[in-house]
């Protein structure tokens, strides 16, 4: 199937948007870093409720806070937000809607990615689409769609004929080849900058303290079974006024440590209303390395004149009492290489009553009283690159980024020379250009019989001709005679014919038209719109010329309206497009008044109310002349609402405040301003110091009060003498 080069470059255009989608939208199942998951609870409601679909895309590391989906071993797919880290590195996750912490701690490569899209409610149809149904029914369709956009093939020719080859055929084949490589360039820069060069990792450094208490005192044989208490029994006071605290230390980690440290052992009373005393067992003693041992004795009776002397200040006696032995342990030095400073304070417990010392556990306590340890972790922070996975490849940013500018700028400097060089065959030489855009069309013949074939359809402009090979999808055929050059078309109907002689059309020379070859293929162009907004311009400015004629007798009505119009929207800040399109709409604000009779518009006399709805229509007659085009809807919007009011009384449709267009609250300020000042068959010109009262009065009411503001402060520069009195007047009663 002979394909022209634009269809080559669309083609081109088509495959790069279809990798790009490749690289975001790619499955998990099919090599791709994207999961798509219909919710099935509402554990993260709010905002994700049952049935939406969440779109999730794989990270190189996720953090605290992210949304994302792990495989649980035995549910599946789970949708929770990370809560934290714990000390193997593993995730806590969390839903929204839940008290809970998950009881499954997934690993980095159980995660299935981050949230990237939500859409709510589509898992709903797409359940439904994966019923036996849905499925019979999305077939259906597609085979239609397919059968419906597959065209057949070309009918094959009886005449061989031999394919151009010209220096403008290899100068197609490198545009292709350029615009590809550029095309590619684009998509791996799109995807490689809006990707971190580098990622932040948190490295969990586990370690822990261990603490192992101990404690003996001497006891007679015929009480204990040993002549020591033995640890988590009793002491009885009569038996022993003293007893041995013991303690070892452990600081266990698998990762290499530098460490030294102090502690400090002591005994301590209290009571339950927060009252206690401290007795230092052993001072505060520097250690070195992982590992340390101490011990110290309990003199229970210091403990109890402590205890005395509270009672007998304080007259409150109580039964009971707690003794704690504990350690305050600070240790300082380096874990795998990052600094650590930690304290740990392991305790002992005893419940003290006038007859005895006994071991307290806490029942919501793990593990054994006398082993009481703390399991921590230090998080290193680590940067590393970040890669970019394409096709099973996984390539670095950085190196994507470098590509991409490497042979995207290149190929497009190069794409944009070579294309302006077409653009001069274009306006040199018809038939060249003819070669490098159309060239796959193109097929040499000798057969003089085709100039004499009978009932020939004769084609003014080869652009035709060509457009007709497109959307026939056949051959063009060319018959070089002398200096004239003769092309063909045969279809099932009829054989079209084109000459041309010198490389230039007979009928219509492709240098002449208004625009560029270039700006023919590409219609967004800068220039083709361009151009079109001062063709639509300069029509309406005709149209306002009939209208000034008709209604106003040459006055200047309408060109004072759109000089000041687009002076007042400059200063609102309004530029390009948009200021341009107020312009216009100044122009063709009274386009509508042509379709109301003129005795009405020149009426001395109070119009009736019939009259009166004819008129406030104006604005919906105007729009009949506007063509159907995107270029002029913001234009035609504006003079649809010129007439509306600022407080809603308006027409044609009462709209308030910011609702009406900023383009025609400005028309609305200079209209009035202008027209007021001008003889009208029902009234005479006014005066401006009352153009400009009038103004400041409906400030608020009929029109935007910025705007006004804003118009007078215009007048005020230009020394406009109404303005300046007025000014003064207010200045000296204040």
Known sequence: MNVSLRSRLLTGIGLALALLGW????????????????????????????????????????????????????????????????RNGRFILQGDHNDWEDSYHPASDEIIGKLWLHLPHLGEGLRALRSPAGLLSLSLTLSILALLTVSPPPKSRKKKAKAMTSSSSRLAELLVLLSVLFLASLVLGIASFTRPASLEEETPLPYKHLAMFNYTADVPTDVYDAPQVQPGEPIFRRLNDSFTVSLNYAFITPLPVEMSGTYRFLARVGDQSGWKRTIELVPTTPFQGTIFTTSGTVDLNTAQHLIDELEERTGVHQSRYTLTVLAEVNVQGVLDGEPLTDTFTPALTFQMDELALRLLEDPLAE????????????????????????????????????????????SLVLFILFFYRARALARRDEVEFLRVWYEPLLVETNDIRLL????????????????????????????????????????????????????????????????????????????????????????????????????????????RVAEMAERLGRALGLRGRTLRAVRMAAYAHDLGLMDVPPRILRKKKRVSAKERELIRSHPDYAL????????????????????ERWDGEGYPDGLRGEEIPLGARIIAVVDVWDALGSPRPYREAWQEEDILRYLQEQAGEQFDPHVVDVFLNILREEKHPAVTSSTESTETAA
């Open 452 to 559: 004499e074939a009978p009932n020939r359809v004769e084609v003014t402009a080869l652009r035709d001709l060509t457009r007709l090979a497109e959307q026939e999808q056949r051959a063009i055929l060319h018959l070089a005679e002398g200096d004239r050059h003769h092309f063909f078309l045969q279809t099932a109907e009829h054989l079209y014919h084109c000459s041309v002689e010198n490389g230039m059309a007979e009928q219509q020379q492709w240098a002449k038209r208004p625009s560029s070859a270039a700006e023919t293929w590409l219609p967004w162009s800068p220039r083709a719109r361009r151009q079109a907004w001062e063709a639509y311009e300069r029509a309406l400015q005709g149209w306002a010329q009939a209208v000034e004629a008709c209604l106003y007798e040459h006055d200047g009505h309408v060109q």
């Open 624 to 643: 009949r002349y506007f063509p159907d085009t995107d270029i002029l809807k913001d234009v035609s919007t504006i003079v649809r609402h010129h007439h």
């Open 367 to 410: 593990g054994d009283p006398l082993s009481p340890s703390a399991e921590r972790m230090l998080t290193r922070k680590e940067t590393r690159a970040n890669t970019l996975s394409i096709l099973g490849l996984n390539l670095p940013v950085r190196a994507a980024r470098l590509i991409s500018l490497g042979m995207g700028i290149p």
């Open 23 to 86: 690289l975001l939208f790619a499955p998990l199942q099919f090599g791709g870093d994207t999961a798509y998951i219909i919710l099935t609870g509402n554990s993260m409601a709010p905002r994700f409720q049952r049935g939406d679909l969440v779109i999730t895309h794989r990270q190189a590391a996720y953090h605290r806070g992210d949304a994302v989906a792990y495989h649980h071993p035995r549910i599946g797919a789970v949708f929770h937000r990370i809560i934290a880290v714990d």
